[in-house]
């Protein structure tokens, strides 16, 4: 195997220990016989009853050097294992099954520093003993079932370093045996079931080389311990998503200098912070505080400060910024520019349009200042592009501009652009159809007027969802030729589009909703419509349709909701319109004529409206049977109701 001198004296040497412990050299290959057992064990309990995981782990002479198994690591030195992942590995397909995890298979690897066990469905109740392994220096469990930490052999875990339990059901508050793991730099316990308040002293607080805690996501409360100011080695420190209440704990700050993430959002605290405590962080990177829960005022601007930071994330949603200066856009900003991901949203920030943002941070990959009182025009440097610009949400903001024509060609790798509620004027831009990668689009309630432009036909080909509803956007509908294939969600509603229903839509037969109510459409439904078989929602009141229902609408087997009020259709509706979830069918204002086919009682409706047509006839006994109906509107037609649905549906 071409060992050099100095490692064969080294094999020597391990051997030779190994053989003083009781220990041997399995399959001469170096993975150790008691160590390729246990993995051969644990195999079996991974899989219980008829898995098939951990192929490679198996016991064929040409292959029982167990370091070279899958999701094995060793040392290349002792040959012992150091490092197992075995994150998951419980198969999907046995998640229902219980199955059980005995520490004691552990014990065997006493140089086991790596240890991840990462979402294996492993509840409580199978998982048996301490963990007893003094090497062990990270250990992963996040996403089981668990109700309890595991227990530790204190005397044991002295190297233990990094500890992950997030997203179990850990309940109770912070367990002792946890916290008397004083070697931890890592700890999350974030996303469990745990609750009551902080220890004021000790526990949590001796963990002194603390440089990442996680508590998010959990029921705890109470007012944070002043102790945790000790903790001065912390980098990371996320306490959001519970019920820690009291002023807010601006005093924090003071000493905790080292803080790169600091996530305060959702908690019940109070009273007011100022940013520029954090004026001298200069590690700081990423800041989260959402005040959806809490009543936290944010005070930017006094004292004014210089950042010592550059920051890549910053979430301010919902708080009440900076108060008593009319909103004011933070000045801090000014001086970032690594910022990868800025959300200032639901904040009334008032003022222009902070366009200089985007000219100074030229990696932003999102960027959301939705419900703010922003006025255009806005306008980035037009010469620079924003290849990262993945998520741009300025929606809900008084902008009263038009959009940059040239938009397509500064944000060209755009996936969502929501520019609703912006009063936006002018025309639709062309350059849209530049974003080739953009899958939601939404410009609903503007005033945008004029068409939609070819190019913006020949570039969306991811598009999924797209909503121009409440503009003045007229015809052509929809570019002819498209390319677009994979529209779910298409709202088009309450604008000035003349013509057919738009050809362009075709080829996306995922269609889900249709929304193409008060325009000026004309013509008949195409048959191709029901090439549609996933729509669920489809709305064309108010228009000017013509004909009759269509056959094909009986492929529309998954329809909730259909809309056809206010046209000027006629004939009579084909009997398979009984789909069986069809909830809502409102036909009113139409010339919809003959008796109701009588399979309309197979579906289940809450509302049928059929108002102000010729239907004739006599509504069919079984319409009595219909034991959802809320609604039911027959006026102004020739029908001839039964007795006894009279008595059943003023009955509802
Ligand atoms: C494994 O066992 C489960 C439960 O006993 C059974 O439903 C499943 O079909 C079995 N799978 C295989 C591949 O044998
Ligand atoms: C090991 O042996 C088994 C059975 O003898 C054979 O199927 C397999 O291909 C061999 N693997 C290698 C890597 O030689
Ligand atoms: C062990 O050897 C491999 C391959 O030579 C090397 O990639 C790895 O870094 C080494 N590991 C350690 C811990 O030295
Ligand atoms: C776990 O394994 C140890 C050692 O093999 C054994 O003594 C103990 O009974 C096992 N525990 C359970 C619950 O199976
Ligand atoms: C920890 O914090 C408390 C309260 O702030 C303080 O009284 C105590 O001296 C600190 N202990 C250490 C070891 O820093
Ligand atoms: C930050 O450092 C500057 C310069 O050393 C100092 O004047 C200022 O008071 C410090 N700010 C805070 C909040 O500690
Ligand atoms: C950001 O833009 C503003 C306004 O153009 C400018 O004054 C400031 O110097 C820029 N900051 C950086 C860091 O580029
Ligand atoms: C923003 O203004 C609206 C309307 O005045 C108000 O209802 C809302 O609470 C304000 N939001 C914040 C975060 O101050
Ligand atoms: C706009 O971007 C170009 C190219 O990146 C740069 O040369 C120019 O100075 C920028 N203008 C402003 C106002 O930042
Ligand atoms: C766009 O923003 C509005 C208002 O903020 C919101 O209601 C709408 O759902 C967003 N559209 C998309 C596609 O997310
Ligand atoms: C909408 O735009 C038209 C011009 O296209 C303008 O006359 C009208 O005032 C605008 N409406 C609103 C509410 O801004
Ligand atoms: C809508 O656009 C048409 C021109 O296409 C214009 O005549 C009309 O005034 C616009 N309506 C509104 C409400 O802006």
Redesign the pocket.
């Known amino acids: 195997m071409g060992y050099s001198v100095r490692e064969q004296t080294w094999w020597v040497v391990v051997v030779v220990g190994m053989t003083i412990l009781g220990l041997h050299v399995g399959g001469g290959e170096g993975c150790l016989r008691e160590e390729r057992e246990a993995l051969l064990k644990l195999k079996e309990a991974f899989n219980y009853p008829n898995g098939s995981s951990l192929p490679s782990w198996n016991n064929l002479t040409n292959h029982s050097d167990c370091c070279t198994w899958e999701r094995v690591a060793c040392d290349n030195y002792t040959h012992r294992v150091i490092e197992l992942d075995l994150s998951h590995t419980r198969p999907q397909e046995l998640r229902r099954i219980k199955w059980s995890l005995n520490a004691s298979y552990f014990l065997p690897f006493h140089q086991l520093q790596h240890l991840d066990l990462w979402a294996n469905y492993l509840s409580q109740s199978g998982l048996f003993g301490d963990i007893k392994l003094h090497s062990l220096e990270r250990l992963h469990f996040g996403e089981n079932e668990l109700t309890e930490a595991p227990s530790f052999d204190l005397s044991r875990s002295r190297n233990l370093k990094v500890l992950s339990l997030l997203g179990n059901f850990l309940e109770g508050s912070l367990p002792e045996s946890i916290m008397s793991l004083t070697s931890l730099t890592f700890l999350s316990l974030s996303h469990n079931n745990m609750n009551g308040s902080l220890p004021k002293q000790g526990g949590l607080c001796n963990m002194k080389n603390l440089q990442q805690l996680d508590l998010s996501l959990n029921n705890f409360e109470g007012k944070l311990p002043m102790c945790l100011g000790n903790l001065t080695s912390l980098s990371l420190l996320a306490l959001n998503s519970n019920g820690f209440e009291g002023i807010f704990p601006s005093w924090l700050f003071h000493t905790l200098r080292s803080l790169a993430t600091i996530s305060f959002s959702d908690d019940n605290f109070r009273g007011s912070f100022s940013l520029s405590l954090l004026a001298n962080h200069s590690n700081l990177r990423d800041f989260h505080m959402s005040c959806y829960n809490t009543n936290v005022k944010l005070e930017t601007e006094n004292p004014s400060f210089f950042p010592s930071f550059q920051l890549s994330y910053l979430y301010i949603n919902g708080c009440t910024l900076n108060e008593v200066n009319n909103n004011k856009m933070p000045t801090f900003l000014l001086y970032q520019q690594d910022l990868l991901v800025l959300e200032l949203t639901h904040l009334n920030i008032s003022g222009a349009f902070p366009s200089w943002l985007l000219?100074n941070n030229t990696k932003l990959n999102t960027f959301a200042m939705s419900n703010n009182l922003l006025i255009g025009p806005f306008e980035p440097?037009s010469?620079?592009k924003l290849l990262q610009m993945q998520f741009f949400d300025v929606s809900s903001n008084p902008i009263k501009h038009e959009v940059p024509s040239n938009i397509g060609s500064i944000f060209p790798n755009l996936i969502s652009l929501n520019m609703s509620s912006c009063s936006l004027q002018g025309i639709f831009p062309a350059s849209i159809g530049e974003m080739r990668q953009l899958n939601d689009l939404d410009l609903s309630d503007n005033n945008l007027s004029s068409y939609l432009p070819q190019e913006f036909g020949r570039g969306g080909s991811e598009l999924r969802f797209m909503r121009l509803s409440n503009n003045n956007l007229s015809s052509p509908c929809f570019p002819v030729k498209s390319t677009f294939r994979y529209l779910l969600f298409v709202g088009l509603n309450n604008n000035n589009f003349k013509g057919n229903i738009p050809t362009g839509i075709i080829n996306s037969t995922g269609l889900r909703m249709l929304d193409l109510n008060a325009n000026q459409l004309s013509g008949e439904i195409p048959s191709w419509i029901g090439n549609f078989q996933r729509m669920s929602y489809l709305i064309l009141s108010k228009n000017s349709l013509r004909g009759s229902v269509p056959q094909s609408f009986c492929n529309l087997t998954e329809l909730i909701y259909l809309e056809l009020s206010e046209n000027k259709f006629k004939g009579s509706l084909p009997s398979c319109l009984n789909m069986p979830l069809l909830k809502y069918l409102h036909l009113q204002s139409n010339q919809f004529m003959r008796p109701l086919p009588s399979t309309l009682a197979n579906s289940p409706l809450l509302t049928l409206d059929l108002m102000r047509n010729n239907f004739s006839g006599q509504v069919p006994i079984l319409f009595s049977l219909f034991l959802n109906l809320r609604v039911l509107i027959l006026k102004e037609n020739k029908l001839k109701v039964p007795f006894l649905l009279i008595c059943v549906s003023s009955g509802k």
Request: proline residues 0%; charged residues 0%.
């Open positions: 000219t440097n010469t620079s």
